[in-house]
């Protein structure tokens, strides 16, 4: 036979009204360290240096403001506009980064080689530098490479 388990002798609703009761006779912990704040701020505050702050109109003098005066502007380096690979005659493949001031360049023999930095004199002129030269522009569907030596041959993008 079975026996029976004794009941308990509150129920759960019972013990929660109680423990409720009990919570708000007692501050929690929040309430304390709420109501301890304020006096830990007056302590700190109380240890800071209480001697008077001058403040003086005009600052240190800069000693290189004629010279920043006198330097011609700087002028920032340019930025990429166009990243493109050419596919040349001979069945090699270059890849150009066209910069946005229209007279550099930098040209990789293979993807991830070294470039090599090519500039013209002005917009619209060949760019060339470490002996290789490129005529055209980024939107061009076109441009003719030449290499070291060697003769030039067209590159389509």
């Known amino acids: 036979m079975r026996q029976a388990v004794p009941h308990r002798t509150k129920s759960w609703a019972a013990w929660l009204d109680e423990r409720g009761r009990h919570a708000a006779e007692t501050p929690s912990m929040h309430q304390t360290l709420l109501r301890a704040l304020p ?20 600052g240190p003098t800069d000693t290189t403001a004629e010279q920043i005066k006198a330097a011609p502007p700087v002028k920032l380096p340019p930025a ?54 490129l005529t055209g522009t980024p939107t061009a569907a076109q441009v003719t490479f030449t290499k070291p030596g060697g003769g030039g041959q067209a590159c389509d993008a």
């Open 39 to 58: 006096l830990v701020a007056l302590v700190a505050l109380a240890a800071c240096d209480n001697k008077p702050t001058t403040i003086v109109g005009g």
């Open 80 to 133: 990429l506009l166009a990243s493109k690979s050419y596919r040349c005659k001979d069945n090699s493949i270059v890849y150009v980064d066209w910069f946005n001031d229209n007279t550099t360049a930098n040209l990789k023999l293979k993807k991830d080689g070294e470039p090599h930095h090519l500039a013209a004199e002005a917009a619209g002129q060949p760019l060339s530098g470490d002996g290789y030269q």
